[in-house]
């Protein structure tokens, strides 16, 4: 029976196991997939237990990305740009590290709002998460990605490092910049923690965005946070985080199991029954 999991510091709040075990059981493959917590201080030691056991590989979510990439013998390009590995394929003598999240935000995307084509997008955040979502939205075609921070100073050194590696033309600024950008945007995504569990939410002023503009938050727990809940009472297009989290694992499944699994409007119903029987 091949086994995997997902590894964090907390762990218990994530819906990965649900997610693989609805494909396990709907292709009829006969596998495990489970929370494993471990400290930061135990991550390595814990990946060597879990390779001695035989398992085929793990999921990787907060804190562990950094060292997951630092982990792996061979880390691919996603993972190098993003400088974080959340997927770890063990091999007999080596573990190859992959970023699916990219992947996961960009098949969200394209099936919510189509290709970015000589779209200006505004991307909220400039941390690990923003990394990821710079990847997706170049890949999207977007021409103009405006990086606005809290720090604007974190924005301009991320628009320096991945700026030169993609296509799109990134514009580094400050929350403040908002007034100024927001009229011309297709699209904005809110890579921070704002309006995630005690957070507060970004202000910022959705009346000035394009009626057809569509609003994204790469969070899925709440599923409607307070930016998506106020773009909606607008009528702006929403996309929660739960797309992303599908997409994402479709290549960890298949990895871990040999099967491409499929996102589905079933696959969806299971999480958000899971997310409402949480609370």
Known sequence: MKRAGVIGWPVAHSLSPVLHGYWLKQLGIVGAYEKIPAR???FSDVIARLRADGYTGVNVTVPHKEAAFSLADENDDAARLAGASNLLVFGVDHVQG???DFYGLMESLRENIGALTDKSVILLGAGGAARGALLALDMLGAQ???ILNRDPARAVALAGTMGPQLEAELQPGALSDWSEIAFDASLVINATSAG???NPPLALDLSLLLPDAGVCDIVYHPLE????????ARGLL????????????VPSFEAFF?????????LRAALVEALHARG
């Open 144 to 146: 103009t990605i405006h």
């Open 98 to 100: 992959h970023n699916t």
């Open 258 to 266: 040999g099967t491409r699994p499929e996102v589905t409007a079933g």
């Open 225 to 232: 946070t307070p930016l998506l809940k106020y773009s909606k």
């Open 40 to 42: 930061p201080e135990e």
């Open 238 to 249: 929403t996309i929660d985080g739960l797309g992303m989290l599908m997409h994402q694992a």
């Open 196 to 198: 995630m569990g005690e």
